[in-house]
């Protein structure tokens, strides 16, 4: 455990007490319902506020300007897709298969105010949704990725992704059958994680 902790994560990201709070009910709730539910990876829980809650909030200053509308995919507990709708992103779609994180995601939304639609869904069964930003966060390949957002993003929204080591050759992989412009960021809780943000997404 790395001791850090809500006060840590304020000092980190400069949110305002409200959101904070908001959070801390967040976390509580994460712990209370991790032992019914594998929403993260156990050994990650006391560490919590540094592996899920500011790796999630990272993306918030790399939102594009005027971010109004925000898919996440495979949201699981919601890192990052529930994060950044606490922290301020208007109208937020969490994507999520599993009915019991679905359950999970809609009492946290509640409990904190949190402007989300859950879609207890398969991603690419999901449609008529336009947003401005795709998220995901350790859920599959860059060319499963891009293939997915696509349809809400097209080559107009962007994409922002927390990936791991295997970045370089992903885009290898995926610059088979997608064009884009990319721009990487060092991960501020992953000395070995880089945020990915994509934009001008098209078909090879």
Request: hydrophobic share 45%; aromatic share 8%.
């Amino acid at each position: 455990m790395s001791g850090f902790d809500a006060v840590a994560f304020q000092e980190a990201t400069g949110v305002s007490r409200e959101t904070l709070d908001r959070l801390i009910a967040y976390e509580a709730l994460l712990r209370k319902w991790q032992p019914k539910i594998n929403l993260v990876g156990p050994s990650t829980l006391p560490d919590a506020w540094k592996r899920h809650v500011l790796d999630s909030a990272q993306l918030y200053p790399l939102l594009p300007d005027g971010t109004r509308v925000l898919v996440d995919l495979g949201s699981g507990a919601g890192f990052p897709g529930l994060v950044l709708a606490i922290l301020g992103v208007p109208q937020v779609h969490l994507i999520e298969s599993d009915v019991r994180k679905c359950a999970f995601l809609r009492e946290v939304a509640r409990v904190c105010e949190a402007p989300v639609t859950v879609h207890t869904k398969r991603i690419e069964t999901v449609s008529g949704i336009e947003a401005d930003v795709v998220t995901a966060r350790a859920l599959a390949p860059l060319a499963d990725l891009f293939g997915w957002a696509y349809p809400f993003i097209g080559s107009r929204g962007k994409c922002l992704f927390l990936k791991g080591a295997a970045l370089d050759d992903e885009l290898t992989a995926a610059t088979q059958y997608w064009t884009l412009v990319p721009e990487r960021f060092d991960s501020r809780t992953d000395p070995s994680g880089t945020i990915l943000r994509v934009s001008h997404l098209e078909r090879a």
